[in-house]
C-alpha cells in the first residue's frame, strides 16, 4: 500500500484536516455508488410484470446483485490492501455504469440478473467493504464515527435513489431509468475517485508511531473471523426482510409502489442515523457492545411488522427498524480494526461484509420464496427473527470472549 511521508504526513496524516475531507468524498461516492444496491429493489414490480415470473423468481435479481457485491467485496478489498484505494475503485465504478446500461437493454429475466451480479454487483462493490477499510487507516480517535459514516453512503443511497427512480419511472419507464443512473454514475464517480489517490498515511501500519493497538482477545484470527460471518450472515439474512419486500409488500396491501418506496426511504434515512449514532456509541462503550445494542433492537422491530399492517403504522415500524438497525453491520468492520493487524484490513473487512451480503441475498430470495408458499409475509418475518437469533448468540459469545480477555488482564 501507497504511504505519504515527508511534511505531508502532518497535515495529510491520521486524524487530519485532510482526512475529513477524504471522508467527505468518500460518503458522497458511497451515496451515488450505492444506487446499485437500491435500484433493482424498486423495480421488482415492474420486472415481475414485464417478464411475467412469480415473486420469487423476481428477487432472483436482486440475489445476484448481492451475490456479486458479496464477492466484489472480497476481491475489491485484497486489492486495496495491495495496491490502495483509487485504481480497484475506478474500475469498479466502470463496471457500475456499464451494468446499468447494459441491463436497460436485456430482453430476458436471466439476462438481467446476470448484468445485476457481475456488473452491477461487483461494480458497487468498491463503495462499501473496500471504502470502509480505506477510510478506517485515517482515523484514530474517531474510527467509530468516520467507519459508521463512510458506511452511511449506502443508506443514504437507500435514502435518495428510491425516490428518483419511480419518479423516472412514472415517465419514461424502467429502462430509461436505468440508462440514466450509468451515466450520471460515470459523469460523477469517476472524478470523485481520481479525488482519492492518496495514499494512507504511514501511521497506518500497525507498530508505527501513532499507530492504534490491536486489541487482546481470546480467540484466534480464524475463530474471530468465523463469528463474525456468521453473526453478520444472520443479522442481514433478518434484516433483508423489510429492505428487499418493503414495496412488493405494500403493494399486496394495497397501498402501492410509491407508499413502500416511501418506506424504504424512511427506513433507510433513519438508518443514516442509526448508523452515525452508533459510531458515537462504539467509540465510548465499544462496538461489541454497541453490535448487541443494535442487534437486539433489530429483533424487537421485526417483531412489529407482524400484528402492525395499516399504512400509518407501517410508517412508524420502518422508522423504528431503521433506527435499530442502522448501526450492526458498520460494527463488524470496527471490530476487525480493533482486534486484527491494519495490514490485513481490507481482505478480512471484505470477508465479513461478503457474509452480510451473503445474508441479504440469500434472505431476500428466501422471503420471496416464503411468500409464493404461504401467500403471506408473516411466516417470512417469523423467519427474519429466528435467524436474528442466531446473529444475537454469536454476538454474546463475541462479548463474552472479549470479557473474559479483559478480565485475565485486569
Not at 475529513?20 to 423495480?43: D, K, P
Not at 470502509?132 to 480517535?141: G, L, Q
Not at 492518496?198 to 487482546?216: E, K
Not at 419486500?245 to 396491501?253: G, N, Q, R
Request: charged share 10%; hydrophobic share 55%.
Amino acid at each position: 500500500m501507497t504511504t505519504i511521508s515527508g511534511n505531508a504526513a502532518s497535515s495529510a496524516g491520521i486524524d487530519s484536516g485532510y482526512a475529513w475531507t477524504r471522508l467527505g468524498i468518500s460518503l458522497l461516492l458511497a451515496t451515488i455508488g450505492g444506487v446499485g444496491m437500491w435500484a433493482v429493489v424498486v423495480v421488482l414490480p415492474a420486472i415481475q410484470a414485464e417478464f411475467g415470473i412469480d415473486r420469487a423468481a423476481a428477487s432472483m435479481p436482486y440475489t445476484a446483485t448481492m451475490v456479486g457485491f458479496a464477492a466484489g467485496n472480497v476481491l475489491v478489498g485484497r486489492a486495496i490492501d495491495r495496491m490502495g484505494y483509487w485504481i480497484p475503485a475506478l474500475a469498479s465504478a466502470a463496471a457500475l455504469a456499464a451494468g446499468f446500461l447494459l441491463a436497460s437493454l436485456t430482453n430476458s429475466i436471466l439476462g438481467f440478473a446476470l448484468v445485476q451480479g457481475v456488473l452491477i454487483g461487483v461494480g458497487t462493490s468498491a463503495i462499501f467493504g473496500p471504502l470502509i477499510a480505506d477510510i478506517s487507516h485515517w482515523f484514530n480517535r474517531r474510527r467509530g464515527v468516520a467507519v459508521t459514516a463512510a458506511a452511511s453512503g449506502s443508506y443514504l443511497a437507500g435514502a435518495v435513489w428510491p425516490i428518483v427512480i419511480p419518479y423516472i419511472m412514472r415517465g419514461e419507464g424502467w429502462r430509461f431509468a436505468y440508462a440514466a443512473i450509468g451515466v450520471f454514475c460515470l459523469a460523477t464517480m469517476v472524478p470523485l475517485v481520481l479525488m482519492l489517490r492518496r495514499g494512507a498515511p504511514q501511521q497506518a501500519t500497525s507498530g508505527s508511531p501513532g499507530s492504534r493497538p490491536v486489541q487482546p482477545i481470546s480467540l484466534s484470527p480464524s475463530a474471530l473471523q468465523t463469528l463474525l460471518v456468521v453473526a453478520g450472515f444472520g443479522c442481514c439474512m433478518a434484516m433483508s426482510m423489510p429492505q428487499v419486500h418493503i414495496v412488493a409488500y405494500c403493494m399486496d396491501l394495497g397501498y402501492g409502489v410509491a407508499r413502500g418506496a416511501d418506506m424504504l426511504s424512511i427506513m433507510l434515512a433513519a438508518g443514516v442515523v442509526s448508523r452515525i449514532g452508533s459510531g458515537f456509541l462504539a467509540d465510548r462503550i465499544g462496538a461489541v457492545k454497541t453490535l448487541l445494542i443494535g442487534s437486539a433492537l433489530q429483533c424487537l422491530s421485526l417483531l412489529f411488522y407482524i400484528p402492525f399492517d395499516g399504512l400509518a403504522s407501517l410508517y412508524v415500524v420502518s422508522l423504528v427498524f431503521g433506527l435499530s438497525q442502522g448501526g450492526i453491520v458498520p460494527c463488524y468492520a470496527i471490530i476487525v480494526r480493533d482486534y486484527m493487524p491494519a495490514k490485513e484490513a481490507g481482505q478480512r473487512v471484505g470477508i465479513v461484509m461478503m457474509a452480510t451480503i451473503f445474508g441479504m441475498a440469500v434472505g431476500g430470495w428466501m422471503s420471496g420464496w416464503i411468500y409464493d408458499l404461504t401467500g403471506s409475509y408473516a411466516a417470512a418475518f417469523l423467519n427474519g427473527i429466528a435467524w436474528n437469533l442466531v446473529n444475537l448468540t454469536a454476538v454474546l459469545l463475541l462479548m463474552w470472549k472479549a470479557r473474559r480477555n479483559a478480565e485475565s488482564l485486569a
